[in-house]
């Protein structure tokens, strides 16, 4: 029952690939009128919501695209990434063209998500809500490897009737995906425009020049290739590697490197350069961990927490720094809190029985093994054989818990 190792958190595809140029630069930009992102009829239902989270919770899990593009209404989201900048029309065609072929390939958006379920993962509605102006719906992105994202997608009422997703906040990137799409868009485009370019100064005008080796330090990552990708990085102009979008791509990378200190060195970059990022605890998180300081772990999961509004898996981790600076029955109580928030986490229940083994508390091992046989149809029967429970077995708790399934 000890806990295991965090590891993460993983990136889920925050920085799209497959960027492309149309071929021609025509001198006159396009006048095209943008797509309107507010509802067109009645603000979402709670009902609709949670309609919508289900079905994209299935496209995910059974990996169809076709599912999820009917679910994603990609052309709002490229009208926000590409408007109010003048660009030649074939250009921004082209763009466009390349994010919808690239999306969906390997390393994409999507796949990155069905790949990572399809591994043991996990993509879970968690709840709907309001963000400012916004509806939302609000998924757990949770990797085989502990890892945690969190994908919080903006809804909006079309001109059909129909609900679909316009943009999607990703809490690892700290920003909306329109908003890190239209950073590189920007950097492209001014590489077709020379006026726009002209106008650009310092880290812009830089990131400009340098940004055929910043995608291809971007397609080196999506090949699997860290260390080139590493090499890369180090290889970028200083302004350009302070930039929020090279510094996430370089953790990325040195997570990929299976390198701690390496991967340490880029988050503790990432928190130099970005202190008060809304993003900066959730990538802080693993360091934390890597470096035993389990307190600060906790104290950056319970801010994590309070920014997304409560989610139980984070009580799961909260819990687990608490067992391993041995304050049992402080993990216990957050353990206990999970549970109730989500009866069907498993591993809310596995890090409360290690906590109230711990502590001893065996009133509450046993009503926590009676809540995990009901939830998961579960027995109790390797209790007896497993080392951590030596001293439960021996408890009147056990005694009850045998009486309780009609042994002595």
Not at 186 to 191: G, I, N, R, Y
Not at 269 to 274: I, S, V
Not at 323 to 328: K, R, S
Request: aromatic share 10%.
């Amino acid at each position: 029952m000890t806990p295991k190792p965090i590891r993460g958190p993983a990136f889920i595809a925050f920085l799209m690939l497959g960027v492309g140029t149309g071929g021609c630069a025509p001198t006159t930009p396009a006048v095209v009128a943008p797509v309107a992102l507010t509802n067109v009829g009645a603000v979402p239902t709670e009902a609709e919501c949670g309609a919508f989270a289900k079905e994209l919770e299935k496209a995910v899990a059974s990996g169809n695209v076709a599912a999820f593009d009917r679910l994603y209404d990609w052309d709002a989201l490229l009208d926000q990434t590409t408007s109010d900048i003048a660009v030649p029309a074939e250009f921004k065609r082209g763009f466009i063209q390349g994010f919808k072929e690239s999306y969906h390939t390997s390393g994409g958006f999507f796949t990155q998500l069905a790949e990572a379920v399809k591994a043991g993962g996990e993509f879970k509605f968690l709840r709907d809500h309001r963000s400012g102006s916004d509806q939302r719906v609000l998924f757990r992105v949770l990797a085989a490897n502990s890892g945690v994202n969190y994908h919080d997608y903006v809804l909006v009422r079309r001109a059909d009737g129909k609900i679909r997703a316009v943009d999607c906040y990703i809490f690892l990137s700290g920003e909306k995906l329109s908003e890190t799409l239209r950073r590189i868009y920007l950097v492209v485009a001014t590489s077709a425009n020379r006026s726009a370019l002209e106008k650009l100064v310092g880290k812009e005008n830089e990131f400009v020049q340098a940004f055929p080796q910043f995608k291809a330090m971007l397609e080196t990552i999506q090949a699997g290739k860290a260390a080139e990708a590493i090499a890369l990085f180090d290889k970028l102009p200083a302004g350009v590697r302070t930039t929020k979008v090279a510094q996430l791509a370089h953790i990325q990378a040195t997570q990929a490197m299976n390198d701690d200190k390496l991967y340490l060195a880029a988050i503790d970059e990432f928190r130099k350069t970005f202190p008060d990022d809304a993003c900066v605890d959730l990538i802080s998180i693993d360091g934390y961990f890597l470096r035993k300081e389990y307190d600060k772990a906790g104290q950056a999961l319970e801010r994590v927490d309070k920014a997304l509004g409560g989610d139980a898996y984070l009580g799961v981790l909260r819990a687990t720094c608490s067992i391993l600076v041995g304050n049992f029955d402080q993990a216990l109580a957050i353990a206990k809190g999970a549970v109730k928030a989500e009866p069907t986490l498993r591993s809310a229940y596995d890090i409360g029985l290690t906590a109230s083994l711990k502590a001893k508390h065996f009133d509450d091992t046993l009503q926590l093994l009676k809540e995990l046989e009901k939830q998961f149809h579960l027995t109790n029967d390797t209790v007896e054989s497993d080392p951590d429970y030596a001293d439960f077995v021996k408890s009147p708790q056990y005694k009850e818990l045998r009486r309780a399934k009609g042994g002595s």
